[in-house]
């Protein structure tokens, strides 16, 4: 792949740097990848990643950093929606359309797993990520619950089983790139509503 041109603005270059290593990790592992690759996907020299970032556990730090900034964003509409019935819709919707483009994500998060177990760092960093997504379910949940429309349930519990269902559908679609799993999501989705019904 050809150099591109000196002089970028260092912001864009970092952006590219962790999209290339994002392809690297997801393809081949984090410990199989190697800053050589990272550079040589994003069409840069090493010394233009080492100026951005210190080395690879670095770049795997920052990607998990991402991922929560995107996880933010992605919660904004739930901010606004009038109740917790139209929230928990947003954010499964955002969930299912987000299960072919999230590969890459789901594969560094099983990365996480591996390397959590021993940096207290990136365990901490990958635990903050997977709350963001846990807390907006359980508020929408404890919200139904506070409104007499959801049976009394532990919100927390709740959310965890979702979280591990969406975990499972993504690892069936690792295994089996051309799975349609629209049909387990929708079964899924109605199991929920029916089930917390008051």
Known sequence: MAKRAAGR??????GEILDAALGCFAARGYHETS??????RAGLSKGAIYWHFAGKRELFLALVDRFSEHALGSLAAVADAPDWRA?????????RAQLDSGMQIFRLGLEYIALCARDEEIRVRAERAQGVWKAAVEKQIA??????ELREVDAGAVGQLIDA???GLMLARMMRPDLDLEPAWIAAEEIFWRGLRA
């Open 87 to 95: 929230a928990l819709r947003a954010i499964f919707a955002n969930v």
């Open 9 to 14: 603005k260092p912001e864009v270059s970092r």
């Open 143 to 148: 919200r139904g619950v506070a409104a007499g």
């Open 35 to 40: 800053m050589d690759d990272i550079a040589s």
């Open 165 to 167: 269902a969406i975990d």
